[in-house]
């Protein structure tokens, strides 16, 4: 796979990279030229994403490992100073993320928190170290990924959405307070992504469910964030901060209502038939 991204002497962080949609950015950014550490609490999976990420690395960029926990302060502050190395952050992925699926009437006080401490305070912590490193060499762009769940309601899974929407605020707090130092925050919300923690989460049932109501009708890889994350921290996105991006193929769009019944009778059977042949609705 080629990229029209040039991030040659760019040194990029992606937490939870070790995995799915972080490891998919940490490809896309290395085939771009970039410098890239991936961070994460799992040595084996470290391990193994370095492996294979080698592959995609160009000859004169850093491929680094860095074990964290994003929840602890000084495990974030270590990594960022590893993916500097020295130099500028220009780029930083706050990709780690959790949940804990509960019903609201079962959660206990671990149930909530987890999810905040991951999600929340370990996104803040990512952009306050990468922002004080980006702060003295002329700024950076840092992107959260966040999800369309923080939009929606999803039944028993409560705390991931809330901390996903706290992220979606952070976002545009820190996106204000740091643009006076040229420094960049914008979020991703993916929908439905085709990995491996998705397939370990989600019967069939619910997976089949998920690309029902997605207009482009596939599932979602981690290319396909990594892409958008690309687009973000470009020079072609350099008056674009505190945004969030849905990348879900439509399916956090609300549908409205169902207005065949009287198109058939304004432009007739023949013209709303034709036009259903060629796209695909909504079940």
Request: hydrophobic content about 45%; proline content about 4%; aromatic content about 6%.
């Amino acid at each position: 796979m080629t990229t029209k991204h040039d991030f040659r002497a760019k040194n990029a962080l992606v937490t939870g990279g070790a995995t799915g949609i972080g490891k998919g950015c940490a490809a896309f950014l290395l085939r771009a030229g970039a410098s890239v550490t991936i961070a994460g609490p799992d040595a084996d999976a470290l391990d193994a994403a370095r492996s294979e990420l080698a592959r995609c690395r160009r000859e004169e960029a850093r491929l680094e490992t860095i074990l964290c926990d994003v929840t602890r302060e000084d495990d974030v502050r270590a990594a960022v100073e590893i993916a500097a190395g020295g130099a500028n952050l220009d780029i930083a992925v706050a990709n780690a993320g959790t949940g804990y699926p509960a019903p609201i009437l079962a959660l206990d006080e671990e149930g909530w928190l987890l999810p905040f401490r991951v999600n929340v305070v370990g996104t803040a912590f990512c952009i306050k170290h990468a922002a004080n490193v980006m702060r003295r060499h002329g700024g950076g762009s840092i992107v959260a990924i966040s999800t369309v769940e923080a939009q929606r309601a999803p039944l028993f899974m409560a705390p991931y959405p809330v901390s996903k929407a706290g992220v979606d605020a952070l976002v545009r707090c820190a996106a204000r307070e740091l643009a006076p130092l040229s420094i960049r925050v914008n979020g991703i919300r993916p929908g439905y992504v085709d990995t491996d923690s998705a397939r370990a989460a989600f019967s069939e049932a619910m997976t089949r469910n998920c690309l029902d109501h997605t207009w482009i009708r596939r599932a979602g890889q981690p290319l396909d964030i990594a892409r958008a994350v690309a687009f973000l921290v470009s020079e072609q996105a350099e008056w674009i901060t505190g945004e969030l991006l849905n990348v879900d193929g439509g399916f956090g769009v609300h549908d409205g209502e169902d207005f065949e019944y009287t198109a058939r009778m304004v432009v007739g059977d023949e013209a709303v038939d034709d036009a259903l042949g060629s796209s695909p609705r909504r079940s």
